[in-house]
């Protein structure tokens, strides 16, 4: 029994977030824990977790922070090549991807407690 168009499509667009959030888990880990951190170490890392995302097909993806983590990841991939301090650059994907995880935190989260309009019908 072969699977459906849409079933397949589905798991394809799973794996390309599978691979985005691996790509990213994985640059965040290095530049993290890192003691001597160089260019040309970033850089083969940078290449080494690239060509593991160039294993899936890239994917339209609709929501809204599945495209900024897709807009990171690019944004991680534009720092191959580039003369930019290695200082300057670590400061730079980890603000980011702080920024990503505080807004996906946000929508998480909501302290419904808070909402004196939720208590009202107490009284």
């Given at each position: 029994?072969?699977?459906?168009?849409?079933?397949?499509?589905?798991?394809?667009?799973?794996?390309?977030?599978?691979?985005?959030?691996?790509?990213?888990?994985?640059?965040?880990?290095?530049?993290?824990?890192?003691?001597?951190?160089?260019?040309?170490?970033?850089?083969?890392k940078l290449a080494n977790a690239h060509t593991l995302l160039q294993r899936t097909e890239a994917i339209q993806l609709y929501k809204g922070e599945l495209q900024d983590l897709q807009n990171f990841v690019k944004k991680i991939i534009a720092y191959h090549g580039s003369?930019?301090?290695?200082?300057?650059?670590?400061?730079?994907?980890l603000y980011h991807?702080?920024?990503?995880?505080?807004?996906?935190?946000?929508?998480?989260?909501?302290k419904d407690k808070h909402i004196k309009s939720k208590f009202d019908d107490w009284e």
């Open positions: 029994m072969a699977a459906s168009k849409k079933a397949v499509e589905n798991a394809n667009r799973l794996r390309y977030i599978r691979a985005l959030e691996r790509f990213h888990k994985s640059m965040i880990s290095y530049l993290v824990n890192t003691q001597e951190l160089t260019q040309e170490r970033f850089e083969k003369k930019e301090d290695i200082q300057n650059i670590k400061e730079d994907i991807s702080n920024q990503l995880e505080k807004s996906k935190n946000a929508k998480r989260y909501k």
